[in-house]
């Protein structure tokens, strides 16, 4: 009965040929990347062979490398980088391998292209700015490993309307760090601004908030456990306010206990009370299950209460009555201890162990106590021979002794400090199902593996680790198991879906040391190929912490300090001419919102982007082991391909945060009779870039500034060999003076209103205190008297302030003058004194009211030209004096970037008659207007003609013998005037870009000619079945205008007496009135390509009925006020784009500046509009300006004179900058005459 055959027959199809080779590619090219390809000759290989490998994109070769490979041996070959700037295509890579002249395997696959290349990131000192505030930024660009990416950039600021502010173009940075600051001017638009950063083709994103907003003074927490036990009567929580130099807010606190559902109106609870900075907080389940229980309806088991619920806690500091809040969500948790298989082997490899990790913690997130982890884990694994079992691990024990196929092992474990536990165990060489179930007191879980790793020899692989936490430039160990003896084994790194180590060893337990290129996680695959010629192995995805903060610390040197004082900063790197970043920010910042700064976490986030994939699929062969590290591979060896899969989520890790304690402070010797007056209250204290010299060391000397607070420190350093890091944790300075004065003021005041002067004092020291509060008098604001005691004087009061409390005095005062006037205050005690000066901002009374005229500057021609035009403007009597601004803008292309993307509509038609107008018709006008704009790319353009061409032949298939077109040509019972007309517009402005058959058109044009009735109405036979193509409101009127338009696109007047018989009928229309806007919007634009003498007449009326919203016009249909979508109707966009085509065929440019902003602002975010109808229209009217502005080079000068400007205010528009805004304030004058003269070449648009 023995097989003598070395060769199992199941295996051996071809008689016996012993396998030579094994070639694995990474399935993705990155710009920027090597493509690197692992090669394993096998023993039976040829003694040499010469393997070539070629990256081919678009069927040219591109890359290419060929090297000299011995049997029996593992190695890379690494191809050339794909250049940074490759664009996208059909990318291959072609892999062959010849010997003596023979050619022993070639393989050609396809690589997915993946664009990101680089990360960037745009670091700003602050989340929120006020007006007239400095925004610093920094800008970062890296490889995927960290180093520094060289390159030049563009930079954009644009306000929350997209506006274009300020650019810089072609920055190039040191170590790839660019540091910029950028001025807001004292009245921008408030809201979301953005920084945009365009590098390599690719643009980044950051955004700001500019706001006018007061710094909050205090942060507010609440904590409680994640979760709460079910048995629990209540949940708990703890409430605590601190100011930002760290001493407790006095207040009252509003706490509030909602129930989260989904389903329900919320009730809660709300109790307020007392606190000194902290207070424990509690929230009844009962009661709030009282509260909601008629709405508990879904709730089967009334006992328990199971919704989550939230705490919110409003704090009210009792001096200044000002809140701030915070919240917190506990989770209901159906026992006290939370047990989880963090990890464990998804498929069955018989005769190899099983291993998993278990994670055991405490339901409210505390540490274990050590009486806890003196119970044991039970772990009670269940293995069978049988495909799927289906029984409950509830009755295991009985089971097991009925049926002969079952294993049960029962594991006990003790548990460590951190919860985390290994579990390993046997598989049987049988096994085909498994269940393990894990008990911890009263929590149980259990998980089920029902998949086998099929391998044609039986034979394993099973690769593990035992580190945690696994960092870049540390060691990390690695252990190899099988369940056969192994010679030695090939291992591939691969991190980002590209190769960054291999190798071979023989020994089963072996240690490799991560690098950042490997962050943030690697997969390290093994694999050898056995005596039978089968493929083995196995694959483990590590997750790799890259190495930043050991790059760089920094330390103050002292915690705490008094304002004013001197304190150095210590910064220490590790390489000499590194570039450090430095940003030390007032901590109050921190609490509008989170700042947009490189941590570890925003590091570690961006490195994830690299990544394609999301998901793995089960791994149950070793074709499979292969595509979980991105690889696809080519052999001659056996591999086990999958059947099917199944998609599984990546496990997340909970991070911990660190609670932060305070140091105890220290006074110097006291000085009362003069203080010190505090002045300097930056928001940004320092922004500071530095590069270290030959030493690694950096110690500067600074001056605290005089804020009350604590100063956040944190920073970054890239160097040339060790790329970026960045400081783990910010470092805190404290500055704080134990007696002090608080000026509560608003972000604003209005002149001539009365206001209360706060000014709080803080007693921190161990008496109480008798403070004289002086406030200085001062031209810019009177102090009204209220008090009637002989002694009080107006500027000066008396309080007695306690120890550790605060108290407050009002000054009630009128400010006279308008901007920011300065408040001094002095407080003077026997103990201590301080005294402060600090700006509030006065704004005019009355309600703001904007004038603006806009000039189109059209130097367009082929020479240089100049023209020149008075503005004037009187302000209006009534007018409040001080209030008046003039500001005057110049921007050289109106559209510009609000209509990118355009390339993604460009679409293949196909379907009916209709359907393949749909697709064809926005070809044609995304063509036209690329074309105009001088954006047409050559292979954009080469798509959209080539679909043009089979969107044209096959419309000519449903046009029918009549020459008219309809949905189904023949098939219909009619043709249709509307469609057929549609249909002749398109194929007219198709005519530059395919060539279309005059008779076509003029088949089309007689047959529609045929249902015109005598009065000059055209009335339609057929019927439109997509009302999404025909667009707006249909009836005679519309139609006829519709048509009337079509046929004027023939450049000849063949259809004269047609047009004029329709014209006749739409002015009659227009002089009964025409009540809807659409079709008078129709009816004008046909008049005024018709140049009637009406046409005027009608835009005027249509104007008339516009609405005005800020710098937009537009119109509202009364079918389109009921739109649920947050867009326009598609039937206003129309209606919009045929005013504007209007208001071009009129020559009344300037007039329709504000219906082309409108209609730009418009288009959804694929970059067309909503409809087919609307999108070409209004795509045609954009076209027409765009024409406009972009007729050819611009190069002008655009000078502005006033009386009130000394000198004349230049503003240079050139092709680089015609996107930009420019804004100039000018002095305001009673009777404003502002001359603009514009001198070059090109179009701009000016506008006071």
Request: charged residues 20%; proline residues 5%; negative net charge.
């Amino acid at each position: 009965g023995a097989v003598l055959t070395p060769c199992l027959f199941s295996l051996c199809p071809f008689g016996f040929a012993r396998p030579t080779f094994l070639v694995a590619v990474p399935w993705n090219i990155r710009p920027g990347a090597n493509v690197t390809v692992g090669v394993a000759l096998l023993p039976e290989s040829p003694a040499q062979v010469i393997v070539r490998g070629e990256v081919i994109r678009d069927n040219k070769t591109i890359l290419s490398r060929e090297m000299v490979f011995e049997k029996d041996s593992f190695g890379t070959l690494v191809l050339p980088v794909l250049p940074l700037n490759s664009a996208s295509g059909n990318y291959e890579l072609l892999v062959e391998g010849h010997a003596d002249g023979q050619l022993i395997f070639s393989n050609r696959t396809s690589l997915m292209y993946t664009s990101k290349s680089i990360s960037v990131f745009i670091q700003t000192d602050k989340s929120m700015y006020k007006p007239g505030q400095d925004v610093m930024f920094r800008i970062v660009t890296v490889y995927p490993d960290l180093k520094p990416y060289k390159a030049s950039m563009n930079i954009y600021i644009r306000d929350p309307r997209k506006k274009l502010i300020q650019q810089w173009l072609m920055e190039e940075g040191n170590l790839g760090i660019v540091s910029k600051k950028f001025q807001l001017s004292a009245n921008p638009p408030l809201g979301d601004w953005s920084i945009e950063v365009e590098v390599n083709g690719q643009v980044h994103y950051q955004s700001f908030k500019v706001m006018e907003y007061v710094l909050p003074k205090f942060d507010v927490k609440v904590t409680a456990p994640l979760y709460y036990s079910l048995r629990e009567e209540e949940v708990t929580g703890v409430v605590t306010a601190k100011y930002t130099y760290g001493k407790p807010v006095k207040g009252i606190v509003t706490v509030t206990c909602v129930s989260v559902s989904y389903w329900a109106n919320k009730r809660n609870i709300t109790t307020t009370m007392e606190m000194n900075g902290s207070v424990n907080v509690t929230c009844n389940k009962h009661m709030l299950q009282n509260l909601n229980a008629d709405q508990l309806w879904h709730q089967r088991d009334s006992d328990y209460y199971t919704e989550p619920i939230e705490i919110i806690a409003v704090v009210t500091e009792s001096l200044t009555g000002i809140s701030q809040n915070s919240s917190t969500i506990i989770f209901p948790k159906q026992s006290d201890y939370f047990i989880e298989f963090m990890d464990y082997s998804r498929v069955i490899k018989p005769s190899l162990n099983f291993i998993a990790t278990l994670k055991v913690m405490r339901s409210d997130s505390n540490q274990l106590t050590a009486e806890e982890r003196q119970n044991h884990v039970t772990i009670t694994a269940q293995q069978s021979d049988l495909l799927f079992h289906h029984s409950s691990l509830s009755h295991l024990e009985n089971e097991a002794t009925e049926e002969r196929n079952l294993t049960v092992h029962v594991l006990n474990y003790t548990v460590p400090e951190n919860g985390i536990i290994d579990i390993e165990f046997p598989i049987r060489a049988d096994t085909k199902t498994l269940r393990v179930q894990a008990e911890f007191l009263s929590s149980r879980t259990d998980i089920g593996v029902y998949d086998v790793f099929s391998s044609p020899s039986q034979t394993y692989l099973q690769v593990k680790t035992k580190s945690q936490e696994i960092k870049a430039g540390k060691p990390f160990e690695l252990s190899v198991a099988s369940n056969k003896p192994v010679r030695d084994f090939h291992y591939l790194v691969l991190s980002k879906e590209q190769i960054v180590a291999s190798g071979t060893k023989a020994a089963k337990t072996f240690t490799l040391t991560a690098e950042n290129s490997w962050a943030p996680s690697a997969c390290v695959l093994v694999f050898y190929i056995d005596e039978h010629g089968v493929v083995v192995n196995d694959a483990l995805t590590v997750p790799i912490q890259p190495a930043l903060d050991d790059k760089i610390k920094i330390s103050w040197s002292k915690d705490k300090v008094k304002p004013s004082e001197k304190v150095s900063l210590k910064i220490s790197t590790t390489e000499p001419g590194s570039v450090v970043g430095l940003a030390v920010v007032d901590k109050s910042t921190k609490l509008l919102g989170e700042s947009n700064d490189i941590t570890e976490d925003s590091v570690y986030h961006e490195l994830n982007l690299y990544s394609t994939m999301q998901y793995f699929p089960l791994v149950r062969g070793s074709f499979g082991v292969f595509q979980k590290c991105s690889l696809w591979v080519s052999t001659d060896a056996i591999l086990e391909e999958d059947k099917e899969h199944f998609l599984y989520g990546g496990m997340i890790p909970i991070e911990d945060g660190f609670g932060d304690d305070m140091p105890v402070s220290k006074n110097g010797p006291p000085d009362f009779s003069n203080p010190y007056v505090r002045t300097h209250f930056p928001e940004t204290w320092l922004w500071i870039d530095t590069k270290t010299r030959s030493d690694t060391d950096t110690t500067m000397e600074v001056v605290v500034p005089d804020t009350i607070t604590s100063w956040v420190a944190s920073a970054f350093v890239m160097s040339e060999n060790s790329g970026l890091g960045v400081t783990t944790a910010p470092v805190e300075l404290e500055a704080f003076q134990p007696f002090f004065i608080f000026l509560n003021l608003p972000y604003s005041v209005i002149r001539g209103e009365q206001f209360l002067l706060e000014v709080n004092i803080f007693n921190y020291l161990k008496e109480e205190a008798e403070v004289t509060v002086i406030l200085d008098m001062n031209d810019a604001f009177e102090i009204i008297l209220t008090s009637n005691e002989i002694n009080a004087t107006e500027n000066q009061q008396s309080v007695s302030v306690p120890s550790e409390d605060g108290e407050t005095v009002q000054f009630p005062i009128k400010p006279k003058q308008l901007g920011e006037i300065p408040i001094k205050v002095t407080a003077i005690s026997s103990a201590a004194s301080d005294a402060v000066i600090q700006k509030v901002l006065v704004k005019a009374e009355g309600v703001e009211q904007t004038y603006s005229q806009t000039v189109l500057l059209d130097l367009t021609g082929n020479k240089p030209q100049a023209v020149s035009k008075t503005l004037d403007f009187t302000f209006p009597s009534d007018v409040v004096s001080g209030s008046e601004r003039v500001q005057v803008t110049a921007v050289g292309d109106l559209l510009g970037p609000s209509i990118n993307g355009l390339s993604s509509l460009i679409k293949m038609p196909y379907g009916c008659g209709e359907q393949n107008m749909i697709n064809f018709a926005p070809n044609v006008y995304i063509l036209q207007y690329l074309t105009k704009t001088r954006q047409l790319r050559e292979d954009i353009k080469s798509k959209a003609v080539s679909f043009m061409r089979k969107g044209y032949q096959r419309e000519l298939l449903f046009q029918r013998d009549d020459g008219s077109f309809s949905a189904f040509g023949n098939e219909d019972p009619s043709g249709s005037t509307w469609l057929s007309a549609f249909v002749l517009r398109c194929f007219l402005q198709a005519r530059p870009f395919i060539d279309i058959d005059q008779d076509v058109l003029m088949d089309t044009a007689k047959w529609i000619v045929r249902h015109q009735k005598l009065n000059g109405e055209f009335h339609e036979p057929g019927k439109v079945l997509h009302s999404d193509l025909q667009g707006g409101t249909n009836n005679p009127v519309t139609l006829t205008a519709y048509i009337m338009s079509s046929l004027l696109g023939f450049a000849d007047k063949q259809h004269a007496y047609v047009i004029k018989s329709a014209t006749n009928f739409l002015e009659d229309k227009l002089e009964e009135g025409i009540s809807d806007n659409y079709t008078l919007a129709l009816v004008t634009y046909a008049l005024s390509c018709a140049k009637s003498a009406k046409a005027k007449e009608a835009l005027n009326v249509l104007n008339q009925r516009a609405e005005h919203q800020g710098e937009f016009r537009f119109w509202i249909t009364p079918a389109s006020e009921i739109s649920d979508s947050w867009q326009p109707r598609s039937i206003d966009i129309e209606l919009a784009a045929y005013a504007l085509l209007s208001h071009f065929h009129q020559d009344r440019l300037a007039e329709g500046i504000p219906i082309m902003k409108w209609l730009s602002q418009q288009r959804n975010h694929l970059g067309g509009f909503s409809s087919t109808q609307d999108t070409v229209v209004a795509l045609q009217a954009l076209s027409v300006f765009a024409t406009l502005t972009t007729a050819g080079k611009t190069d002008m000068d655009v000078t502005v004179t006033a009386p009130s400007l000394e000198m004349p205010e230049i503003f240079s528009i050139d092709t680089q900058n015609r996107f930009l805004l420019q804004t100039k304030e000018i002095a305001p004058a009673q009777l404003m005459t502002i001359t603009v003269a514009a001198e070059g070449t090109g179009f701009a648009v000016f506008q006071v």
